[in-house]
């Protein structure tokens, strides 16, 4: 089946879970880092005590993620969305109406729990489970949500606030997405649940914890990479050009072509996941991001980082139909809810432990050559103990 002929025969449910994840972008940090300066101004904070706030309620959010995320294995969608987008809704009201700090982080936390943490986890795991022979197309074409915000969202605010303040900004970009969302809840045929709450308690063996697995523990490393080590890079970009011997312009140039390679390259991933199989995909999908680390850390120059943020983008595009298609295979679909949301909540965690990481090796004059190759290492590590339950995915 052809991108077009699954979308036309599957646009409804294609539509939900690509504006769940698109609307995760309100969410996510590069967005609410647009109206860090206005934020911290309304609440009186600084860059440190914003940044510590920042900090605590997304690993806060990432609890709650373990919590909430598994309820979509037994929660009806159409519940579910609409569930999350209120909390996003008054996440935003809250951030935007009130100088109150207190309430104003409140509404901050909501907006990260929604956005970042449980739109994004709902679009990805119905599609997941909603698709069997097209799922790696159909999650390649989520694929596309997230990059599309990182493109599109940046230069359309920087363009409204000339004329609105940053509040009005945000009421704008709310009040399109609600109408969106509220075409889909009215037009649309929803899905069910796979399975009541009745049916998962009358099932204990099969229901444990993926934490309980080493399967899990095996294999969550390697899907943390990409978000562990690009958080990093992304964050401290001045110190990697600087010791690469890089220009910041390179730099902005080459994360701009990251985000449009991305594009091409997670509709071939999807198309990939379902004609060579998931396994044969998992083993591969790091491979030119493994090159790439060694070549940034051994080259350097300009060059250095164009070809890393090269292997980065393909690896990205491929990494979100490999990982969900993965855990399906390992985990099926009725259990899908709760094992991505420990995965969200890991990538949450990891997220925040690594820019920690990393300011302590910078602060002890470590270069960022040899951090690309610790990074290489890890890397290394994570793939090798994937091997095991890649193998055990292939049997299913």
């Given at each position: 089946?052809?991108?077009?002929?699954?979308?036309?025969?599957?646009?409804?449910?294609?539509?939900?879970?690509?504006?769940?994840v698109?609307?995760?972008?309100?969410?996510?940090?590069f967005?609410?880092?647009?109206?860090?300066?206005?934020?911290?101004?309304?609440?009186?904070?600084t860059?440190?005590?914003?940044?510590n706030?920042?900090a605590a309620?997304?690993i806060?959010?990432g609890?709650?993620?373990?919590?909430f995320?598994?309820?979509?294995d037994w929660?009806?969608p159409?519940?579910?969305?609409?569930f999350?987008?209120?909390?996003?809704?008054?996440?935003?009201?809250?951030?935007t109406?009130?100088?109150?700090?207190?309430i104003a982080?409140?509404?901050?936390?909501?907006l990260?729990?929604?956005?970042?943490?449980l739109?994004?986890?709902?679009?990805?795991t119905?599609?997941?489970?909603?698709?069997?022979?097209?799922?790696g197309?159909?999650?390649?074409?989520?694929?596309l949500?997230?990059?599309?915000?990182?493109?599109?969202?940046?230069p359309?605010?920087?363009l409204?606030?000339v004329?609105?303040s940053?509040?009005?900004?945000?009421?704008?970009v709310?009040a399109?997405?609600?109408?969106l969302w509220?075409?889909?809840?009215?037009?649309?045929?929803?899905?069910e649940a796979?399975?009541?709450?009745?049916?998962?308690k009358?099932?204990p063996?099969?229901?444990?914890?993926?934490?309980?697995?080493?399967?899990f523990?095996l294999?969550?490393?390697?899907l943390?990479?990409?978000p562990?080590?690009?958080?990093?890079i992304?964050?401290y970009q001045?110190?990697l050009?600087?010791?690469?011997g890089?220009?910041?312009?390179?730099?902005?140039l080459?994360?701009?072509m990251?985000?449009?390679?991305?594009?091409p390259?997670a509709l071939?991933?999807?198309?990939?996941?379902?004609?060579?199989?998931?396994?044969?995909?998992?083993?591969?999908?790091?491979?030119?991001?493994?090159?790439?680390?060694l070549f940034?850390?051994f080259?350097?120059g300009?060059?250095?980082?164009?070809?890393?943020?090269?292997?980065?983008g393909?690896?990205?595009?491929?990494s979100t139909?490999v990982?969900d298609?993965l855990l399906?295979k390992?985990?099926?679909?009725?259990?899908?809810g709760?094992?991505?949301?420990?995965k969200?909540?890991?990538?949450?965690?990891?997220?925040g432990?690594?820019p920690a990481?990393?300011?302590?090796?910078?602060?002890?004059?470590?270069?960022?050559q040899?951090?690309?190759?610790?990074?290489?290492?890890?890397?290394v590590i994570?793939?090798?103990?994937?091997?095991?339950?890649i193998?055990?995915?292939?049997?299913?």
């Amino acid at each position: 089946m052809s991108y077009l002929d699954l979308i036309r025969q599957n646009r409804g449910i294609l539509a939900v879970a690509f504006l769940a994840v698109f609307t995760g972008n309100l969410g996510q940090s590069f967005f609410i880092g647009l109206f860090q300066v206005s934020i911290s101004q309304q609440l009186n904070l600084t860059a440190g005590e914003f940044g510590n706030i920042y900090a605590a309620i997304t690993i806060t959010s990432g609890f709650l993620v373990m919590y909430f995320g598994p309820k979509i294995d037994w929660v009806v969608p159409k519940q579910y969305a609409l569930f999350v987008l209120v909390a996003l809704i008054l996440g935003i009201v809250l951030l935007t109406l009130s100088s109150w700090w207190l309430i104003a982080v409140l509404g901050l936390g909501l907006l990260r729990l929604s956005g970042q943490g449980l739109m994004t986890h709902f679009g990805l795991t119905l599609t997941g489970r909603e698709f069997t022979k097209t799922r790696g197309k159909a999650l390649g074409l989520m694929g596309l949500a997230m990059p599309s915000g990182e493109i599109i969202l940046p230069p359309l605010i920087a363009l409204m606030l000339v004329w609105l303040s940053w509040q009005q900004v945000w009421w704008c970009v709310l009040a399109a997405l609600v109408v969106l969302w509220l075409y889909l809840f009215i037009f649309v045929d929803w899905p069910e649940a796979p399975q009541t709450k009745q049916a998962i308690k009358a099932q204990p063996i099969k229901t444990k914890s993926p934490l309980t697995e080493l399967r899990f523990w095996l294999l969550i490393p390697m899907l943390l990479v990409l978000p562990m080590t690009l958080t990093g890079i992304f964050l401290y970009q001045a110190q990697l050009t600087d010791d690469l011997g890089a220009s910041t312009t390179t730099y902005a140039l080459a994360l701009t072509m990251m985000g449009f390679t991305r594009f091409p390259i997670a509709l071939l991933g999807g198309h990939w996941v379902d004609k060579l199989g998931v396994e044969l995909l998992a083993r591969t999908y790091l491979l030119p991001y493994a090159a790439t680390l060694l070549f940034a850390a051994f080259i350097g120059g300009n060059i250095g980082v164009w070809v890393l943020m090269l292997g980065a983008g393909i690896a990205m595009s491929i990494s979100t139909p490999v990982g969900d298609s993965l855990l399906v295979k390992l985990w099926g679909k009725e259990r899908l809810g709760r094992v991505r949301s420990l995965k969200s909540a890991f990538l949450v965690f990891s997220t925040g432990i690594t820019p920690a990481l990393l300011g302590f090796l910078l602060d002890h004059a470590i270069q960022f050559q040899t951090i690309l190759i610790g990074m290489f290492v890890y890397l290394v590590i994570a793939w090798l103990l994937a091997q095991s339950p890649i193998r055990q995915a292939s049997q299913a």
